[in-house]
């Protein structure tokens, strides 16, 4: 694999949500304002989590996100405005590898437009 030589680093935000229509919506406007390339979304997922003194268990969506480490405090604020919970899961996952035609393309697809 050829890694990404462009200038700004790639990361991946990993965010879940209360089921899968909130998770395309969230997706789909961040793609829309160019803050990410690319939206995944995997529902259902199984979650298991501590809240308020009890564990519990539900179902969740699972959005994966592909950014760059330049973008991804917008990304952040963007989820934290449309996110239903009152404490969503944002992970940023950063100085990720990939090929060099995928990471170009993630770095030319979030660039504020012209």
Known sequence: MTETTTPEKLCLI???????????????????RRLAACANVIAPTTAIYRW????????????IVKSTQERSAEVTAVV??????????????NDI???SGFGNWVVSETQPAA
């Not at 990993?14 to 909130?22: D, N, R, S, V």
């Not at 934290?80 to 996952?93: A, M, N, R, T």
């Open 14 to 32: 990993y965010i879940t949500t209360a089921g899968k229509a909130e998770a395309v919506a969230i997706g789909r406007e961040l793609v829309v």
């Open 97 to 99: 590898t990939a090929e």
């Open 80 to 93: 934290q405005s449309l996110h239903s919970y009152d404490q969503p899961c944002i992970l940023v996952l």
């Open 52 to 63: 308020e003194g009890e564990v519990h268990e539900g179902e969740e969506a699972t959005l």
